[in-house]
């Protein structure tokens, strides 16, 4: 037996789909990690993507949230152009992509949300085709406590199967 401090595990968005490849469920893999004594989770992103919505477009989201009486329970949120994201489930280890991003909250917050053009990062900065007109991707991004909260949260969803409802439902509480 070693008496390591640490360890981490790092599952890209490429990674997931190479460990979902080999017919493993990602959930089980929470629920076996969370059952070793000390081990949790730190960091954990959930995703939603609106793709081809008629109405609600990036620019009409700039629009709504600075141009507009919005309020926000985040205290800081921030619009950049070009936007430095890093896209690691595309192909490439760690893709620099450029492209417009609306920021929730801060580098110290305990959760972070990041909508962006999806649309825009894969085709001018990996050169894939993709056949939408609008694709936007809300992404939070759940830090240290509510990581750990949230994994138990998916664990919860194992025998349902209801991770969509529990994604919307995340998204819902941080707008």
Known sequence: ???????????????????????????????YLNKIPGCHATRIDSAVDLIN????????????????????????VRYDNPMNIKSS????????????????????????????????ERINNAGFQVEANCWIRFEIQFFDDKANNLSKKLMACIDTNNYQNLAMSLLYDHL
Not at 59 to 70: A, D, P, Q, V
């Open 53 to 76: 919505d008629n109405v609600i477009t990036f620019n009409w989201l700039k629009e709504k949230i600075f141009n507009s009486h919005f309020t926000s329970s985040y205290l800081k």
């Open 1 to 31: 037996t070693h008496n390591y401090k640490t360890c981490a595990i790092e599952l890209s968005g490429r990674g997931c789909r190479k460990v979902e490849e080999l017919g493993v469920n990602l959930i089980n893999v929470l629920e």
């Open 89 to 120: 489930d595309i192909g490439l280890k760690y893709l620099e992509a450029y492209g417009e991003s609306i920021v929730f909250g801060s580098r110290s917050s305990t959760s972070r949300l990041n909508i962006y053009d999806k649309l825009e």
